[in-house]
């Protein structure tokens, strides 16, 4: 049976360098890790999971929590997690958290208790203050993206900056008559991206000399985006373009326009957020979040965390034009008996 010692000759290393290079752990350069890896292969050494966790207290595996496995951001996301920690020696264990408490406390107090990964990476899940002292109760390296808690390390987006972006392209445009369709509360956002995302909005247009801008309410779904914007171009002043939260928003405004005859970009502008796959078949105009590489970026920070290194940051954004958008009818649109200048 072939042991660590014969790879270690067949890559002319020792089996400390070996075993540092099969586990991802610990400083060599890529291209010893490279040889170790093929001599590894050519001659079918794995090293076992167990074995190695109980000899290193290491296992080689990233726990990641997630709060929906059916959506498109986090299956991208995701992809570049592994992308990662692949190359690296690790593997990715998945962790649901619904909206049950039961559910939520046994991934907080059991599964993850359990000693199977060596750092946790948090995806855009709200928690509460105590289910943060529970994840950081487990002392392991843990980087949320997007995380809604600022307790704990995160990489995001600045969320102000990506509303700011998408309202001002629309009043450069020359609108006046803009809606938000999206979610989250009133007053101070926190670190709730719908709430950061309608108050970017809110302030972007007030600062525009248009306060109380429409702002209508709908889950982030096709679906969502169809109710809500049939409700705002079936209003009495309905508007000339429309900010949605996220991208599936977006598409289900521009089947909403569809429905009510009116011509996109000419008759209704429509801008979304995150950058779908799908984005470009609609034509939509979107500000890319980029979600593969925000994947990338989290698996960097917890393996850079599991060194003692930090590699936290923000995460870039980028405004997409294409046909979804363009000045509206006529040039200029009216609001509150004013033109636009």
């Known amino acids: 049976m072939t042991g660590i010692d014969d790879v270690a000759r067949a890559a002319g290393v020792s089996a400390a360098t070996v075993s540092r290079a099969l586990s991802g752990r610990g400083r060599i350069s890529d291209a010893t890790r490279v040889r170790v890896r093929a001599a590894a292969a050519e001659l079918g050494y794995v090293v076992s999971a167990a074995a190695s966790a109980l000899a290193t207290g290491h296992a080689a595996n990233i726990g990641v929590v997630v709060p929906l496995l059916d959506r498109w951001f986090f299956a991208n996301v995701l992809d570049g997690i592994a992308s990662r920690l692949a ?16 559910q939520r406390d046994g991934v907080l107090d059991v599964s993850l208790r359990r000693g199977r990964v060596d750092g946790l990476i948090v995806l855009s899940l709200t928690l509460a203050d105590d289910e943060v002292d529970r994840l950081l109760a487990l ?46 509360h009133d007053g101070e956002p926190g670190l709730d991206i719908p709430s950061l995302r309608r108050h970017g909005f809110q302030s972007t247009m007030a600062d525009a000399g248009i306060p109380n801008a429409p702002f209508t309410p709908a889950d982030f779904t096709i679906e969502g985006g169809h109710r809500a914007a049939l409700a705002l171009l079936d ?107």
Do not use: N, W
């Open 235 to 341: 209003g009495a002043e309905p508007p000339t373009a429309i900010f949605a939260a996220s991208d599936e928003i977006a598409f289900g405004a521009l089947f909403a326009a569809r429905d009510r005859g009116l011509d996109v970009p000419a008759d209704l502008s429509v801008v979304g957020v995150d950058g779908h796959e799908m984005g470009d078949f609609f034509g939509l105009t979107t500000i890319a979040q980029f979600p593969h590489e925000q994947g990338e970026r989290a698996a960097d920070a917890v393996l850079a965390a599991l060194e003692g290194r930090d590699e936290l940051g923000d995460l870039a954004f980028r405004l997409v034009e294409r046909s979804s958008t363009s000045r509206p009818r006529g040039g200029v649109a009216e609001v509150a008996g004013t033109s636009a200048p």
């Open 139 to 184: 002392d392991l390296p843990v980087v949320g993206l997007s995380a809604t808690s600022a307790r704990l390390p995160a990489l995001r987006v600045d969320e102000l900056a990506v509303a700011r972006a998408a309202t001002e392209h629309l009043l450069r445009l020359g609108h006046r008559r803009i809606a938000h369709i999206g979610a989250g």
């Open 87 to 102: 190359p690296r020696g690790y593997d990715m264990t998945l962790y649901s958290m619904s909206e049950d408490p039961s």
